[in-house]
C-alpha cells in the first residue's frame, strides 16, 4: 500500500465558474493552483482521489539539479529556488534540506559520461563537480573505497513526498482555491473551439482553460481529446526503514542502491538502477517512439507482463461524460512493490555501508512514474485546443522539478511570462519532426 500522506481539507461545493481548472492533485497540479491563486485568478483543482495519492507521494524525495537533463537544467535552478523558500512561502514543514546529492562512478566510461555532463551544465555555473574516491570516502563513511569517484553537488537537497503537495495545496486553499478531492474530471466540454467546461463526476464547472496534471492518466485522458501523447508508464519500487542512527545525511545513487535521509530519522530505499515497464495495448502504439530510448537504457528497464494489460485495454474506450469513468474506477494507482529488488537493494546496502546492517524496513511500495519517448516533460500549451495546458510526462524527475513546472503551466495557462523558455517541453515535438530521444549520459 501507499504511504500516509498528509491530509488536506477540500472544499464542499464545486465553484460556479473558474478561470482555469486543474486535472490532478500532484505536486504539478498543486504548484500550478498556488502560484495561479497569488495571482488572484479564479482556480479550481479536481482531483479523483486524495492529494498526491499516486507517484508525487511515492518517489525518492529528492531534489537535485545533478545529472538533470539538460533541457531541464533552466527549469531546475528555478524549482530549486522556489524549494529554499518553501516551508517559509506555504508555512508548513516540507522536510526540505540542503543535504547535498552524489551519483556513484565505477567506471572510466561513467567518468567520460559525466565530464560531458558538466560540459551541459558551466553555462548555468551549478556547484556540481567530479570528485575523487578519497572525498567520496569522507562525505559517506563507511563506503570503503569501492567506487572510483562521484559526481557532486552540495546544494541539492530532498523533501517529503508525503507532506510537500499536501502543504502546497493548503496554501493555495489559504490563497482561495477550490480544492476538491474525490471529484474526477469526466473530460472538457468544447464551444466554438475553446474550452468552455470540464465536466467532472459532481457537476460541471465552467473555465476558460484546463491544466492537465494527471500524471500517468494524462495520456488516456487527452486521448478522449483526440490528442495523441506518446506516454508509457514504468513501475517504481521503494522501502522506508524505522529511524537509524550513524547513517549518511548525503543522498546516494549507484546501479545497486539509492537511498536518502527522511525527516523522521529512517531512510527511503531503492533499486539504483531497475524499473518494471509492464506490457499494455500502449507499448504496441507507442513502440517506434520509445524505440531510441529502449536501445539506450535496455539494461536498466524489465519488462513484465502483467493484469495492466487487460485493465488498460478495458479502459480505453471513450466513456459518455454522464457516465462514470475510469476515474472513479480506480482513485488511486497503488501497483504492488517489486520486492525482489528492493530487498537486493537493502541487502548491497548493508553490505557496503555497515549503519544499515540492523535497520528494520517498515514499508515497501511502488508506484507508477509517466516518461516520454526522450524522458523530458511536457509543459506546453496545444494549439489545436485553445484553452489547453498540458503539463505531464515528467519520467521521474518531476518531484524535484515540480514547482518551478507548476509555476510555468500556470504561465501558460494565463498568457504571463513563462518562468523560463517553455520550447524544450512543447506538446508539438511528437510531429514536427523532432525525433524526440534521451540525452546519453543523464
Avoid at 109 to 125: D, K, S
Avoid at 177 to 196: M, N
Avoid at 402 to 427: N, Q, S
Wanted: charged fraction near 25%; aromatic fraction near 8%; include cysteine.
Amino acid at each position: 500500500m501507499g504511504l500516509q500522506v498528509d491530509s488536506v481539507e477540500p472544499d464542499a461545493a464545486l465553484p460556479a465558474r473558474a478561470d482555469v481548472v486543474i486535472v490532478g492533485g500532484g505536486i504539478i497540479g498543486t504548484s500550478a493552483a498556488l502560484a495561479l491563486a497569488r495571482r488572484g485568478v479564479l482556480v479550481a483543482l479536481c482531483e479523483k482521489g486524495h492529494i498526491a495519492g499516486e507517484q508525487s507521494s511515492r518517489n525518492w524525495g529528492w531534489c537535485r539539479k545533478t545529472r538533470r537533463d539538460p533541457r531541464e537544467i533552466p527549469l531546475i535552478i528555478e524549482s530549486m529556488r522556489l524549494w529554499e523558500d518553501m516551508n517559509r512561502s506555504v508555512e508548513a514543514e516540507t522536510g526540505f534540506r540542503q543535504t547535498g546529492i552524489l551519483f556513484a562512478v565505477e567506471t572510466d566510461q561513467e567518468i567520460a559520461e559525466y565530464e560531458a555532463w558538466l560540459e551541459h551544465a558551466r553555462p548555468y555555473q551549478l556547484d556540481a563537480r567530479l570528485i575523487s574516491s578519497a572525498e567520496f570516502d569522507r562525505l559517506m563513511p563507511g563506503a570503503g573505497g569501492r567506487w572510483k569517484a562521484a559526481l557532486y553537488s552540495a546544494s541539492d537537497g530532498r523533501a517529503e513526498p508525503q507532506r510537500a503537495a499536501p502543504a502546497i495545496a493548503r496554501a493555495a486553499r489559504q490563497a482561495g482555491a477550490t480544492i476538491l478531492t474525490d471529484c474526477a474530471v469526466r473530460g472538457i466540454d468544447r464551444a466554438g473551439g475553446r474550452i468552455a467546461a470540464v465536466v467532472t463526476e459532481r457537476g460541471r464547472i465552467p473555465c476558460d482553460s484546463v491544466i492537465v496534471a494527471g500524471g500517468a492518466w494524462s495520456r488516456r485522458f487527452l486521448s478522449d481529446l483526440g490528442l495523441r501523447l506518446p506516454q508509457l508508464k514504468v513501475r517504481s519500487s521503494a522501502m522506508r526503514t524505522a529511524p537509524l542512527e550513524g547513517g549518511p545525511e548525503t543522498a546516494m545513487w549507484s546501479k545497486q542502491f539509492a537511498f536518502r535521509k527522511r525527516h523522521d530519522g529512517g531512510y527511503t530505499i531503492a533499486n539504483g538502477n531497475a524499473n518494471v515497464s509492464p506490457i499494455v495495448p500502449d507499448s504496441f502504439r507507442f513502440f517506434g517512439d520509445f524505440l531510441p530510448a529502449l536501445r539506450m537504457e535496455w539494461s536498466a528497464l524489465k519488462l513484465r507482463v502483467d493484469g495492466r494489460f487487460v485493465q488498460e485495454w478495458r479502459e480505453a474506450a471513450p466513456v459518455p461524460l454522464d457516465q462514470p469513468s475510469p476515474y472513479e474506477q480506480v482513485r488511486v494507482l497503488d501497483p504492488a512493490p517489486d520486492r525482489r529488488y528492493t530487498r537486493q537493494a537493502m541487502a548491497d546496502l548493508a553490505r557496503q555501508f555497515p549503519a544499515f546492517a540492523g535497520a528494520k524496513v517498515v514499508q515497501e511500495w511502488a508506484g507508477l512514474i509517466d516518461v516520454t519517448p526522450d524522458a523530458v516533460p511536457v509543459i506546453s500549451t496545444v494549439d489545436t485546443v485553445p484553452g489547453l495546458v498540458v503539463a505531464t510526462g515528467f519520467s521521474g524527475h518531476g518531484f524535484g522539478i515540480g514547482p518551478a513546472a507548476g509555476h510555468l503551466a500556470a504561465d501558460l495557462a494565463t498568457g504571463a511570462r513563462p518562468i523560463v523558455d517553455p520550447t524544450a517541453f512543447r506538446f508539438s515535438r511528437f510531429t514536427d519532426g523532432s525525433r524526440p530521444r534521451p540525452m546519453a549520459g543523464v
